[in-house]
């Protein structure tokens, strides 16, 4: 009897029947929906993971499914269900971390397996050396090792510039724990293929260093699917100055409301709020950014 991937049959079985609920229960999508204010602010961080099980439809959760199809069973057969779960598990919640390090400042929402998914491809590139991937219904392959510099640095510039309605900054996350978590298990990885190796960490560095210096420098609070969202981004400089004086000011009149009341304000701080009110509004979401996998 040909032996089954018992636990990746598990995790697309619960995705499938959690999405198709979602599909005709919205309350269960806002409750469960990647959503930086409720993590951050309401601490709900099962989001971090249940985003994963939720899809935008049919043709969304059908490709991050066969894609997971494609390539978890062959890490399962060979390194055992635990493996196959820490790694997916782990590229879901790193993941979702990445898009709450960008999108913390902004009114945004997103859900999909892919981040997951990303992990587990990753990770078969630095298990399976000689792997080859292709794109279907493309009919050619290309080794997993050009698949993987390419899928990274594709995925930073789409976040960077908000390419298409996806979500590429989980995208981004999850490969880069999927992989991190399969080195931790496994660390003669590293020997097998030193230069991608080096290669994606020194990405990685270069990616995260430029978060630090750039915190800002996503526009808006959604992904649009027809337009860029208004930038919102202070170029630099005094710019950058005045956003950070705003900040403060905004900080320093919700301390003053929590005290004293709304009616304590001056005319000037009602029309900074006011103002400032607006601005979110223009950022409402029009769109729940999904994301995908070419597959």
């Not at 993971?49 to 978890?72: I, K, P, Q, V």
Request: with cysteine; proline share 6%; aromatic share 14%.
């Amino acid at each position: 009897m040909e032996p089954v991937a018992y636990c990746t049959w598990a995790v697309i079985i619960v995705t499938c029947v959690f999405s198709i609920a979602g599909f005709q229960n919205p309350q269960l999508v806002q409750k469960h929906i990647f959503w930086p204010e409720a993590i951050l602010a309401w601490q709900q961080y099962y989001r971090l993971f249940t985003s994963s099980l939720l899809h935008a439809n049919g043709w969304h959760l059908g490709m991050n499914m066969f894609s997971l199809y494609f390539f978890g069973p062959r890490i399962e057969m060979t390194y055992g269900g635990a493996q196959f779960l820490a790694i997916y598990v782990g590229a879901v919640v790193g993941g979702s971390l990445l898009s709450l390090l960008v999108h913390r400042h902004h009114d945004y929402r997103a859900y999909g397996a892919s981040g997951g998914v990303s992990g587990i491809l990753l990770a078969s590139v630095f298990l399976f050396p000689g792997i080859r991937i292709g794109f279907f219904p493309l009919p050619f392959f290309v080794p997993g090792w050009l698949y993987a510099v390419g899928f990274l640095v594709v995925s930073f510039f789409g976040m960077k510039n908000q390419v298409g309605n996806i979500g590429h900054d989980a995208h981004l996350g999850g490969a880069l724990a999927g992989m991190l978590v399969a080195t931790a298990m496994h660390p003669e990885i590293i020997r097998a293929s030193p230069a991608l190796f080096a290669s994606v960490m020194l990405g990685t560095i270069l990616m995260f260093l430029y978060l630090a210096r750039n915190p800002l420098f996503l526009p808006g609070g959604t992904i649009h699917l027809w337009r860029k969202a208004p930038s919102l981004r202070p170029s630099a400089g005094s710019d950058l100055e005045e956003y950070k004086r705003t900040e403060r000011r905004l900080d320093a009149i919700l301390a003053k409301i929590s005290r004293e009341g709304l009616q304590s304000l001056t005319p000037e701080e009602q029309r900074l709020l006011r103002d400032t009110s607006d601005k979110y509004k223009r950022r409402a979401i029009v769109e729940k950014p999904k994301s995908g996998l070419p597959f």
